[in-house]
């Protein structure tokens, strides 16, 4: 199935690098970029659609971390919703199953108290009945077992760098890096090229601010009818605590303190399996103050003594950090074009007052696979398959969605009380079907920034290494690791803004939003500032990518294998 095909690459500034390799090509049915839930579940779908009709049909999943489920990240508490339409037997062995939610809690925090939010002012959507908090990392890799038992190709460590077209400009398939550049862009003694991969139909299910959605959503203008979409920052951390605090399915979140005015966003505190917690806290990235340090309101969250009790006698065992779409209806573009489709966070699903989007993800592959094996069933290739946006019309996804579409722009416009209070009055009316006559509209979250001297920098508690920590310390737990020769991932548009506009305006914020310390300004106190990126810190947030105020970075994929390589997350 392998086929050798030459291609021109770019020439290149640097001696030893022929302007001709040959990378050999592979051909699917379908391919699909990102082993995460949305295309772990489009792969078992299209599959089973195709054992039912009785043809054979193949699938190959493309994951850029090490192993299924090294890059993801989540709280998480789960809706088994799509679960039990894909795999009605799925309770038998998927380790989600071992811990449903037993006690659901909502906080309002100041600096000192809690005040508990009664069951009763919220929908019962709202409740988590139902649910199960675990590790998605772990429910991917149980997720990769079924796909391949019914014949799915997954190709872990092998990162999808470049999308392919044919001779009409529709989308025939993708390519994965090349192994073994050097930073120099000189091919090392190990170089070898990426392999093509051709496809009748291909899905873009990196998560949010993927690489190659990004550029697939502007070659089409996907968003052209879309509200922007705007984004959070997670950052969690693991912990075995003492087994006499431990409540397994006890489910904790909190809104308010330590976030101020000008801030949203909130905490979680999960009970799950084997004496562990998993926290953190999702700070919205349309925040105005170039001071606030994402990373640091989690720390400084952690020091509130109902959260600290908690954690008392403690230990934390690993830690990431990643951002999520935050936009809902709105902001969902167009998931189609000529050759594909977008599914999961690469197109945004997020249910942001449930906190969840495993499940709406999941339920967007499976409507995108079926829509392709019918598609293929029926002779057709490299179309639109318009079946999958019809379906998302009339989809219990679209629903759930359209209920709570004015929350996040309602909190953000009015504040997190004012705003809270409103959009719960909305959630109620919508859920007993009184449909308001507006959807309010987003801002992008990198336009949000004011100037260092209109504001104040937070005050933020000193790490002590036992319940606050630094951001290195905590990059450690997260098993990140890349090539340190090979071209930086991060790239700058413009190498001189940073220092000639960034700084003397907004004191260099991707010091303060990166939660992983890649960027620096060093030199700044002998009077020439340089901009420093430790490329090998990143742990694949893409807050960068998001909140940089002049979008000067752009994320683009490391080599196959790089990043973070959460155990348990």
């Known amino acids: 199935r392998l086929t050798a095909i030459p291609r021109r690459r770019q020439p290149q500034p640097y001696p030893g690098v022929d302007e001709m390799t040959t990378r050999e090509s592979m051909p699917y049915d379908v391919v699909i970029v ?25 699938v190959c999943v493309l994951e850029k971390g090490s192993e299924v489920g090294a890059h993801i990240l989540s709280g998480a508490v789960i809706d088994p919703r799509s679960l039990d339409e894909l795999l009605p037997d799925w309770r038998d062995d998927c380790p989600l199953a071992e811990v449903p939610v037993t006690e659901n809690l909502h906080w309002v925090l100041s600096p000192k108290k809690k005040v508990t ?5 919220t929908p019962p959507f709202l409740h988590n009945k139902g649910t199960y908090t675990g590790s998605l990392g772990n429910l991917c890799r149980w997720l990769a077992g079924k796909a391949e038992e019914l014949g799915v190709e ?15 400009g529709r989308v025939k398939g993708v390519a994965t890096g090349d192994m073994g550049v050097a930073r120099d862009g000189t091919h090392k003694g190990d170089y070898t090229p990426g392999l093509e991969l051709h496809a009748k139909y291909t899905f873009f299910a990196e998560g949010v601010r993927g690489h190659l959605s990004k550029e ?15 984004y959070g920052l997670g950052v969690k951390e693991l912990w075995d605590i003492d087994p006499e605090l431990h409540k397994p399915g006890r489910v904790i979140h909190t809104q308010g303190w330590p976030l101020g005015d000008d801030a949203n966003g909130g905490g979680w505190l999960y009970h799950q399996a084997n004496g562990q917690v998993s926290l953190g806290f999702v700070t919205w990235l349309n925040y105005s103050n ?18 600290a009790a908690i954690l008392k006698g403690a230990k934390r065992v690993s830690y990431g950090a990643r951002a999520i779409s935050d936009g809902g209806l709105q902001s969902i573009p167009k998931l189609v074009f000529p050759g594909g489709a ?33 598609a293929i069933l029926s002779q057709r290739e490299h179309d639109e398959l318009t079946a999958y946006p019809e379906a998302f019309e009339n989809s219990w996804v679209k629903k759930e969605l359209s209920i709570v579409r004015n929350v996040v722009p309602l909190v953000k416009k009015f504040g997190d009380f004012v705003g809270s209070g409103l959009s719960g009055i909305t959630m109620w009316l919508e859920h007993f079907g009184i449909k308001m006559p507006f959807t309010m509209k987003h801002h992008p979250d990198h336009e949000s920034l004011w100037r260092k001297d209109m ?45 000639e506009y960034d700084l003397p305006m907004y004191d260099e914020p991707a010091q303060r939003y990166c939660p992983a310390g890649v960027y620096e300004i060093v030199g700044q106190e002998t009077g020439d500032p340089k901009f420093v990126i430790n490329a090998q810190n990143c742990v694949h947030c893409k807050t960068c990518d998001i909140k940089d105020p002049t979008q000067n970075i752009n994320w683009v994929v490391p080599e196959g294998g790089g990043g973070p390589n959460y155990p348990n997350m």
């Open 342 to 374: 977008l599914i999961g966070c690469s197109a945004g699903f997020l249910n942001v007052p449930r906190i969840k989007g495993t499940h709406t993800a999941m339920k967007s592959g499976m409507m995108a696979a079926e829509a392709a094996a019918d």
């Open 290 to 307: 170039p001071y606030l340090s994402p990373f640091s309101e989690m720390q400084k969250w952690k020091t509130h003594p109902e959260i």
């Open 34 to 58: 990102g082993a995460g839930p949305a295309g772990l579940s489009a792969a078992i779908r299209f599959k089973q659609v195709a054992a039912e009709k009785g043809a054979d049909l193949s």
């Open 216 to 230: 697939i959503i502007r070659t089409f203008d996907l968003a052209k009818d879309a509200q922007p979409q705007v």
């Open 154 to 168: 997954i190709f872990p460590g092998f990162a999808a760098a470049e999308i392919l077209f044919d001779e009409q």
């Open 455 to 499: 504001v104040k920098p937070p005050v933020y508690p000193k790490a002590d290494g036992v319940l606050t920590f630094d951001r290195l310390s905590s990059v450690f737990l997260s098993n990140t690791n890349h090539e340190e020769d090979q071209p930086v991932h991060l790239t700058l548009k413009d190498p001189n803004v940073p220092v």
């Open 117 to 121: 939010l009664p069951h009763l002012w």
